[in-house]
């Protein structure tokens, strides 16, 4: 079986269409390409989004798969402590605000 290229123009198109909240599956379905194929170009599209160079060989790859999954949790983390100071800045508000001298 013949490998198939794509064009960036075409690979761009389907990592926004997955960006968009569209599933992957459906993206395939619709463009056919193949899962693997799409996951590697979405997974490309989040480390360059991050200034990350995407690996050619596999184990800085694995490497690059942990430091993808550590950004999200930070990323996850910095989320909940804006939203909890975003709350308790509106809860000071609600009780008076009075700051003690």
């Excluded at 075409?10 to 909240?21: H, K, P």
């Excluded at 596999?58 to 709350?87: C, D, G, P, T, W």
Aim: charged share 35%; proline share 3%; aromatic share 4%.
């Amino acid at each position: 079986m013949p490998k198939v290229v794509y064009t960036e123009e075409f690979r761009r198109t389907a990592v926004e269409l997955v960006a968009g909240e569209m599933s992957q599956k459906q993206v395939c379905a619709d463009m056919g390409c193949s899962k693997s194929a799409l996951q590697s170009w979405v997974r490309a599209a989040k480390l360059e989004e991050h200034g990350i160079e995407p690996a050619k060989d596999a184990e800085e790859s694995r490497e690059q798969a942990k430091m993808l999954r550590r950004i999200r949790e930070l990323e996850q983390e910095n989320k909940v402590l804006r939203e909890a100071a975003a709350y308790l800045s509106q809860a000071n508000l609600k009780l008076g605000g009075a700051s003690p001298k």
